[in-house]
Each structure stands twice: as C-alpha cells, then as structure tokens.
C-alpha cells in the first residue's frame, strides 16, 4: 500500500478542472463562514443571540456555520450588521 500525502492528492486532483472549480465555490463558502463565526466569537454572541438580532432562529445559524446552506446576499447582509461589519463583494 503506498502513502500519498495531502499535497500530493490535491495536485493530482486539480488536474481536472471541474474538481478545480468545485473546490473554489467551496472555498469560498468556507472562508465565508469563517468569518462570520470568528466575529459572532469576538463579539461574545452565541448563535442564539445572533439570530435574534437578524430575526431568525438558531438553527439557521448553525445551518449557516455548519451545512451546506447557500445563504442569499440579503441573509448575509443582516448577519454582517448584526455584527457590526459591512457585507462587501468584489469580483476578482
């Protein structure tokens, strides 16, 4: 049995560029949510208190932190307010 590591297995599967763009879509969703759970931490705000400043339910924001949820802009426009921050998008 050969070992491959972790470097190695993802230069062999950016060969295909549909793993490639697939991996980018959910890079950013990462990255995303990230954020949003470094600044509800830095604000001492739990996922409840979160969500009744934005007026959903808690379970929204776990899904948000957690699943594979594809939030609207708008839904992460309200988050960004509710802590304190401006939801910005910019084209690379």
Known sequence: ???ID???LKNELFESEEVKEEYEKMNV???IKK???RY???NDLTQKELADRIGTKQSTISRLENDDYNP???F???VAHALGKK???RFN
Do not use: C, G, P, T
Request: proline share 0%.
């Open 40 to 42: 509800r931490i830095e």
């Open 1 to 3: 049995m050969a070992f």
């Open 6 to 8: 972790h470097k190695s």
């Open 76 to 78: 992460l426009d309200k």
């Open 29 to 31: 969703m990462y990255e």
């Open 87 to 89: 939801l910005e998008i």
């Open 72 to 74: 609207s802009v708008e």
């Open 35 to 37: 954020q949003i759970i």
